[in-house]
Nanobody
Framework: QVQLVESGGGSVQAGGSLRLSCAAS????????MAWFRQAPGKEREGVAT???????TYGDSVKGRFTISKDSAKNTLYLQMNSLKPEDSAMYYC??????????????????WGQGTQVTVSS
């Protein structure tokens, strides 16, 4: 059973940075497509970034150039480095895993496993 636990959220001013972490159960990162999603109140869950088992990355247009997804398979940890944060980045951020080696998109329904989320709040 895949388990995912996010951490690192918090409050930051616009222009600041945060790094989110997602601790995964053993071998998850080497056998699953991994992703970060976010959901703001009243909005649909949005795919932020994905990383495949061979480290191919994709990003949503709204975060491209500001966010970086990465992983440390030895530590079973997924990361999301968020720079130049904007108030519109405020949301609950979720780590997700899909039981495929590759990532074909950022559609929430394609992902099998989810963490509980970590809140990010960016003030202007």
């Amino acid at each position: 059973q895949v388990q995912l636990v996010e951490s690192g959220g918090g409050s930051v001013q616009a222009g600041g940075s945060l790094r989110l972490s997602c601790a995964a159960s053993s071998y998850t990162l080497t056998s699953h497509c991994m992703a970060w999603f976010r959901q703001a109140p009243g909005k649909e869950r949005e795919g932020v970034a994905t990383i495949s088992t061979n480290n191919m990355e994709t990003y949503g247009d709204s975060v491209k150039g500001r966010f970086t997804i990465s992983k440390d398979s030895a530590k079973n940890t997924l990361y999301l480095q968020m720079n130049s944060l904007k108030p519109e980045d405020s949301a609950m951020y979720y780590c997700a895993a899909r039981a495929t080696w590759w990532c074909t998109g950022r559609v929430a329904g394609d992902y099998n496993y989810w963490g509980q989320g970590t809140q990010v709040t960016v003030s202007s």
